[in-house]
């Protein structure tokens, strides 16, 4: 399926130097340092633009000194659209792309020193850099989700689409699961507790003193990685998308300088510090510290799964019937253990969901467990990590086993039926830019413009 590529516009013929230097001891001539190469309505693409990212991209498919002008023409696009009709993203959904890029980064330079070195950067810089970059790229999909929101299809459009297609063209669904789980937390102990929220009072003496600042802790203490090396501190967040607990303490602080009492989440034992206010969201701090499991607490639990598990065996009642009642998995109690896969569309960021996974969307250890189960089974007790990162003792059954096969309409419509849709939302979009292209002022400097480039429009006659 054709793809549209995202990143920038062109034009001819103007050649702009932004820069120049001149030798003056010497007498040579001026050096051109930058230059603009394409302009794009009153956006202009530089030499340097092309470069940096040149260095960036592992593979370029084509030229890259076609392929990535054009990408960021395409950009400039769809970031004007973006302003016009008020498109945003938050910056913590930002950050957490740029902590993971620069993870990777350094795993593959081998440490934060030769990364800095083979950028040519700091940290901070490459951060900066790498922030920039991904909102960009974030709010051109939400621009592009908004764009084609409205393209639906019908089931007689995807039975047509479909209707002639040989068997091995048809779509390869992978092999699907439905789970039913029965999971409970091992008891924390109480001089464990006593522990964290002592270590938590500590720091917030420490911060009321002056000693030491909120974030100078967070960021030595905090268990929440997301946050830990912004000192803690938060993107803007409305009530709702925060843990009820943590919000209510959150939503009761009024005063920057004050850390809020001690307060219990999904997540662990945590203080909060207010940060700033803007309308109905808050920015704000926090330290969150996750209590220690012991071991002989693991086994504790674990040896109480194994008695319920064999009572389930031997059809005293069902896992189904066990989990509605005992499930610490909030997800799936209310539905009985069966686990429910919630799936977004890429392109269109609309989320439905299923009971069906594919393995690779299983929690590993479930996935691993699920391998060895027939269906109908019930597996032995075992440990993993939730969600929340807390530990979690599991057992689980194999409802069923639906194995890879090409797509078909009665099995799987909702997939053939995204498959067509993401088709009619690219012809959509390819319209769309050819329209921009027509309307918008694009000039490319004369040197760049012998390319085949994947929308002719961007050369206009």
């Avoid at 946050?227 to 938060?234: A, D, K, T, V």
């Avoid at 209310?334 to 609309?350: A, I, Y």
Wanted: overall charge negative; proline content about 3%.
């Amino acid at each position: 399926m054709k793809k549209i590529l995202i990143i920038i516009l062109l034009l001819c013929p103007v050649s702009l130097l932004l820069a120049q230097v001149s030798n003056t001891q010497s007498g040579s001539s001026q050096n051109v340092i930058d230059e603009v190469i394409w302009v794009v309505g009153d956006e202009a693409i530089l030499r340097s633009d092309v470069e940096k990212q040149r260095q960036q991209m592992q593979r370029v498919s084509g030229n890259p000194y076609c392929v990535i002008p054009e990408n960021l023409a395409l950009q400039k696009l769809f970031l004007h659209q973006a302003v016009l009709d008020s498109i945003t993203v938050d910056d913590e959904t930002v950050n957490r792309y740029v902590d993971a890029y620069i993870d990777d980064w350094i795993q593959t330079a081998g440490s934060r020193e030769k990364l800095e070195e083979y950028r040519g950067m700091t940290l901070r810089q490459i951060r900066e850099e790498t922030f920039d970059m991904v909102k960009d790229n974030q709010i051109m999909s939400e621009m592009r989700r908004e764009l084609t929101k409205d393209i639906k299809v019908t089931p007689a459009e995807v039975r047509h689409y479909f209707k002639d297609m040989p068997e091995d063209s048809l779509p390869l669904i992978p092999t699907q699961v439905e789970v039913v789980l029965l999971a409970e937390h091992p008891v924390i102990q109480q001089e464990e507790i006593d522990r964290i929220k002592a270590d938590l009072r500590d720091y917030t003496e420490r911060i009321n003193s002056g000693s030491w600042t909120f974030a100078s802790l967070a960021r030595m203490y905090s268990d929440d990685e997301g946050s830990r090396r912004q000192g803690g501190e938060m993107d803007y967040m409305s009530k709702t998308d925060l843990d009820p607990a943590f919000a209510n303490v959150a939503w009761t602080l009024t005063d920057p300088k004050k850390v809020s009492k001690i307060v219990e989440s999904q997540y662990g034992y945590h203080i909060i510090q207010l940060v700033d206010r803007r309308g109905d969201k808050l920015k704000l701090r926090h330290i969150l510290k996750k209590p220690h499991v012991d071991d002989k607490d693991v086994e504790a639990c674990l040896a109480r799964l194994d008695s319920i598990s064999k009572d389930i065996k031997e059809g005293k009642f069902s896992i189904e019937d066990a989990a509605s009642v005992l499930s610490d998995d909030k997800d799936s109690r209310n539905n009985r253990g069966l686990m429910s896969n919630v799936v977004r569309d890429e392109e269109t960021g609309e989320r439905t969901r299923t009971s069906r996974f594919k393995m690779a969307e299983l929690p590993t250890e479930i996935a691993r467990v699920v391998e060895t189960l027939d269906v109908g089974e019930i597996s032995k007790p075992f440990s993993m990590i939730d969600k929340s990162g807390k530990t979690q003792c599991a057992v689980i059954k194999l409802k069923s086993r639906i194995k890879a096969h090409p797509a078909t309409i009665t099995e799987d419509f909702q997939v053939l039926s995204a498959i067509v849709k993401n088709q009619r939302s690219e012809e959509f979009l390819e319209k769309w830019i050819r329209e921009k292209q027509r309307t918008t002022y694009i000039r490319i400097n004369p040197e760049w413009c012998d390319c085949e480039f994947q929308y002719p429009g961007w050369i206009k006659e």
